[in-house]
């Protein structure tokens, strides 16, 4: 089995059954005007890490490999965001309210689209979801049982909430989960590298994590 240089320990995979799964590299959380904006965050990290996405998205193309992406967002007519999640952090602009980019986080609006530089190409998978996690209330689970997946590599933001939960999500399914260290980002630093290391204690409880340029090496 192929192996790509991980920490803990090696991260084996079988190329037929792995997949990159790109959380969340949407308008919304990257730029100003958007949802994560309006949480009062600097967006600006999210945006260093836009060309090591790419270049992570493009190695598995080459590879023949899927990548699959991820999208937070809701229904205009808001039948799937909980009151809950609307109100709460009081931000500057709601979920569904009219922003410089269109109704933040609505699917279909400008702003809650997938960033350009790292935009799906036809035919991969675009997943919307009204969570956190990619699991819920998603049709992510059948996806992959009809891909076979069985190793799962992680990119996109934010480290500690969608790409966390989801990885946490997945792993409890039975995936084998490596998250790209630098391939993701959150608008805390040491949230970020918390979470890294929270993942990859006590023998990978919840996954690995690896360096794009080693998870490239790997399936190359
Ligand atoms: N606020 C924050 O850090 N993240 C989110 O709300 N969504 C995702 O992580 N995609």
């Given at each position: 089995?192929?192996?790509?240089?991980?920490k803990?320990?090696?991260?084996?995979?079988?190329?037929?059954?792995?997949?990159?799964?790109?959380?969340?590299m949407?308008?919304d959380?990257?730029?100003?005007g958007?949802?994560?904006?309006s949480?009062?965050?600097?967006?600006?990290?999210v945006?260093?890490?836009?060309?090591?996405?790419?270049?992570?998205?493009?190695?598995?193309?080459?590879?023949?490999?899927?990548v699959?992406?991820?999208?937070?967002?809701?229904?205009?007519?808001?039948?799937d965001?909980?009151?809950?999640k609307?109100?709460?952090?009081?931000?500057?602009?709601?979920?569904?309210?009219?922003?410089?980019?269109?109704?933040?986080?609505?699917?279909?609006?400008p702003?809650t689209?997938?960033?350009?530089?790292?935009?799906p190409?036809?035919?991969?998978?675009?997943?919307?979801k009204?969570?956190?996690?990619?699991?819920?209330?998603?049709?992510?689970?059948?996806?992959?049982?009809?891909?076979?997946?069985?190793?799962?590599?992680?990119?996109?933001?934010?480290?500690?909430?969608?790409?966390?939960?989801?990885?946490?999500?997945?792993?409890?399914?039975?995936?084998?989960?490596?998250?790209?260290e630098?391939?993701t980002?959150?608008?805390?630093?040491?949230?970020?590298?918390?979470?890294?290391?929270?993942?990859?204690?006590?023998?990978?409880?919840?996954?690995?994590?690896a360096?794009?340029?080693?998870i490239?090496?790997?399936?190359?």
């Open positions: 089995m192929p192996e790509i240089a991980a803990p320990f090696s991260f084996t995979f079988h190329p037929s059954t792995t997949a990159l799964v790109v959380i969340d949407q308008r959380f990257a730029e100003p958007g949802f994560g904006a949480l009062g965050n600097d967006v600006s990290r945006q260093a890490i836009i060309p090591t996405v790419r270049r992570l998205m493009d190695g598995f193309r080459a590879a023949g490999l899927p699959i992406h991820t999208m937070e967002c809701h229904r205009p007519d808001l039948s965001l909980p009151p809950a609307r109100d709460r952090g009081s931000p500057a602009i709601r979920i569904g309210d009219p922003g410089p980019m269109g109704r933040v986080l609505i699917a279909g609006e702003g689209a997938i960033i350009a530089e790292v935009a190409l036809p035919g991969e998978i675009v997943i919307e009204p969570g956190k996690g990619a699991f819920y209330a998603t049709s992510l689970s059948d996806v992959l049982t009809r891909m076979g997946a069985r190793q799962l590599v992680f990119a996109g933001v934010t480290t500690e909430v969608c790409v966390q939960t989801t990885m946490r999500e997945a792993n409890d399914r039975g995936y084998e989960c490596l998250l790209g630098d391939a980002e959150s608008y805390f630093v040491e949230f970020k590298q918390a979470t890294l290391a929270m993942i990859r204690a006590q023998g990978a409880i919840v996954g690995w994590t360096m794009t340029d080693q490239l090496e790997g399936i190359a």
